[in-house]
């Protein structure tokens, strides 16, 4: 084999990719990596699924404010990007690639079964708290196995040999990633919105159990390939010996006086003039860093403040409805089309003009561009908040009454300044704006004009709230009202019946939704869409985020009215597809490009440093966030959008002017066995990408290299 090799390196004709083929062809593919691939699908799928429906989750069942839920949802993500550095750790210094993923594997999966369980209201377990140790647990286990999954692929190769084969099973695992991930983006807010369990008109528990189950499957899988692994012991971490070698500089700098060249070069005694020397060269690339997280403070927003947009969108296509958690598959489908149309087109086509020729080039230009992709997104706020409803503040209330009676009546209330106000059958009064301050009762009377009958009630009424009144055959009722978009995005009904018995029933095909009157409960309607009012023969439409108060008597000729109270929803959610698409093509020339410029002008022993140090800019981008939400800046959407995209412009100048005063560096030439020792480490960082999990860099870096 070393003769074909040598005779493979002599030739320059093309006929080395055949004597390396051939040499590949000699080796059998190892069929211990399909179990790395199934088993990265099953995890990929626990993980999306997961995060798609989780800021519901937090907001619909934990009843955590949209603010909050932002800030644990990105909290979630700063840790499960922080803890590759644990993993790789632990891998690499005490218990080797495979024990790491089968142990994190477990803490992982207990996170998802926890999270399920906790979800379901029966049980009895503090909601809240497990909750959040679910997502500690599995944060905890996706940051800890990412570093060592694909790098575990990569072992199972003998190089330079299976160099073809490593590159297809890099392909495969790509492939794998970007499966579970659309797949599980897709059907999880199936399960989460039609399926309805434990009496909620949805299904958190099921969502959330699919995917841990998946998690549970991925071991198993894994578990499985035991006996056809290639099993390396650990090689001792990097990360702890460079952490070393720069306390060490330091210290040494601080008590010695002999000048140094470099402040490093206080080490070169105890670590070598090689390592210190590679050092050097990574924390050149490590300050261009520096600016990277903002990046991802706006990109990872996608599963957040974009989702929250969409709850406030209508998803009708007519022959389908798409669900709000829904619009977060766009990302990964648009991915698998972006990555060769700009390696083949649009970095060639701007070649020609002598632009996006360098990685920095076109990491600046995907900087601006994601700029751009949330200015887009703050417009279509200003759009959204032009239709939400007018919602009660201090100083004024809210007051709707009805009369659901066959009777004509007046309605009155001293107190309110309103007298005589007639209300015919199925007639309702609205007012939005009535100026009242403090908490105090006050009385509404309801008056048959001929005299024959009077009803009063006092009711407590506070300022910065809505009321509702209306008259039944056993008195006025009332309730406090929700003028507020509903936080899920779907219809809600509120049915008032002059009967106070009665129960009335909502269907729509096979679905029921069950409303007793007698207590006012607002409900959820599981999707949107007309329901047939049974027993009435009477038909109400329920759109996407409208709220609607429904009067029925049934001993009327007309059964029912129904009252807008909340508009729906009348943006059309396809007004997101343009900043998802701008934000993919950022992604594809920021992130992608990031990792080919790291691991091009990082130092051969540096480049599983850059790696995790470049995931770390995502921990800090989320970290942004969630200091941004904690301070409460804006109420609007809108303005907390133009915010991230001001700081996006201000911080891709200050990369634009470091980038400009940055030097290339031609890596040094290093021996065939150094090479060959570190190609599975090569391989993986080539693959890793944050947002798209290792996506592959072989049409980038074919590019850079004829650049």
């Known amino acids: 084999m070393g003769a074909e090799q040598n005779e493979a390196k002599e030739n320059h004709d093309g006929n080395s990719v055949v004597d390396q083929e051939t040499n590949t062809q000699k080796l059998p593919y190892p069929k211990s990596v399909f179990f790395i691939i199934s088993n990265e699908f099953c995890e990929r799928f626990s993980y999306y699924g997961m995060r798609t429906i989780l800021v519901l989750y937090l907001t619909n069942i934990l009843l955590f404010s949209e603010s909050d839920a932002k800030i644990i949802y990105h909290g979630f993500t700063v840790f499960a990007y922080f803890f590759p550095i644990i993993g790789a750790i632990l891998s690499d210094n005490y218990l080797g690639k495979f024990r790491t993923i089968f142990y994190l594997s477990i803490v992982y999966a207990s996170g998802s079964v926890l999270l399920a369980l ?73 399960l989460r919105n039609n399926v309805h369990c434990f009496g909620e008109d949805s299904c958190f528990p099921l969502a959330f159990s699919v995917p841990g189950a998946l998690m549970i499957v991925s071991i198993v899988i894994f578990v499985l390939g035991k006996p056809l692994y290639k099993i390396k012991e650990p090689p001792g971490n990097l990360v702890l010996e460079v952490t070393k070698c720069i306390s060490h500089a330091v210290s040494k700098k601080i008590k010695s006086k002999e000048k140094k060249d470099h402040w490093l ?231 008032l019946a002059y009967n106070s018995t009665l129960q009335v029933i909502y269907v729509r095909g096979d679905e029921n939704v069950i409303v007793s009157p007698a207590n006012n409960t607002l409900m959820n309607v599981p999707s949107p869409g007309s329901y047939k009012i049974q027993d009435f023969d009477e038909d109400v439409t329920f759109k996407l985020g409208g709220t609607y108060t429904v009067m029925i008597n049934n001993a009327a000729t007309e059964a029912h009215k129904e009252i807008t109270v909340v508009e729906p929803n009348s943006v059309h959610m396809l007004w997101l597809l343009p900043q998802y698409i701008i934000i993919t093509a950022a992604e594809i020339m920021f992130s992608i490009t990031g990792l080919e410029f790291s691991y091009s002008q990082a130092p051969v022993t540096m480049k599983s440093l850059l790696t995790a140090a470049f995931l770390l800019t995502t921990a800090f981008g989320n970290l942004i966030i969630v200091i941004i939400e904690s301070a409460k800046i804006f109420e609007k959407q809108s303005n907390d959008f133009f915010l991230y995209t001001g700081l996006m412009v201000v911080d891709i100048l200050l990369f634009t002017f470091m980038a400009m005063r940055y030097v290339y560096v031609t890596p040094e030439d290093t021996e065939t066995e150094e090479l060959t020792s570190n190609k599975e480490e090569h391989e993986e960082n080539k693959k890793l990408s944050n947002g798209i999990e290792n996506p592959s860099f072989t049409s980038v870096d074919n590019n850079s290299t004829k650049e």
């Not at 407590?460 to 978009?485: M, Q, S, W």
Request: charged residues 15%; hydrophobic residues 40%.
């Open 265 to 495: 070069d206080h080490a070169i005694p105890k670590y070598g003039e090689k390592m210190v020397k590679d050092i050097k060269a990574t924390l050149k690339v490590l300050v261009l860093y520096i600016p990277l997280p903002i990046f991802w403070a706006l990109y990872d927003q996608q599963g957040s403040g974009w989702t929250f947009q969409a709850v406030r969108m209508d998803g009708n296509i007519g022959f389908y409805t798409i669900l709000p958690d829904q619009m977060q598959v766009i990302n990964p489908f648009l991915i698998l089309g972006f990555i060769p149309l700009f390696s083949y087109g649009v970095y060639p086509l701007f070649a020609k003009c002598n632009f996006l020729k360098t990685p920095l080039q076109r990491m600046v230009c995907g900087g601006f561009v994601a700029a751009i992709a949330f200015a887009v997104s703050a417009f279509v706020s200003m759009a959204l908040e032009a239709t939400y409803p007018v919602v009660p503040s201090s100083g004024n209330i809210q007051l709707r009454v009805y009369n659901p009676s066959q009777d004509s009546v007046t309605f009155a209330s001293e107190k309110l300044n309103i007298s005589g106000q007639a209300l015919p059958p199925y007639g309702y009064y609205v007012n939005r704006d009535i100026k009242f301050e403090g908490t105090e009762q006050v009385e509404f009377s309801f008056t048959i004009p001929d005299g024959n009958a009077e009803w009063k009630k006092n009711v407590t009424v506070a300022d910065g709230h809505a009321y509702g009144i209306y008259l039944t055959d056993n008195g006025l009722r009332d309730y406090e009202d929700n003028v507020e978009k509903s936080e899920d995005g779907y219809p809600k009904v509120r049915t």
């Open 118 to 190: 906790t979800s379901a209201k029966p049980l009895g377990l503090p909601q809240k708290e497990l909750s959040l140790v679910g997502l500690i647990l599995i944060a905890m286990g996706t940051g800890g196995i990412k570093p060592c999954v694909s790098a575990f692929g990569g072992d199972q190769f003998i190089l330079p040999e299976q160099e073809l084969q490593l590159s297809r099973f890099f392909s495969l695992f790509y492939f794998s990633i970007n499966s579970g991930s659309l797949i599980s983006t897709f059907i999880t807010p199936i």
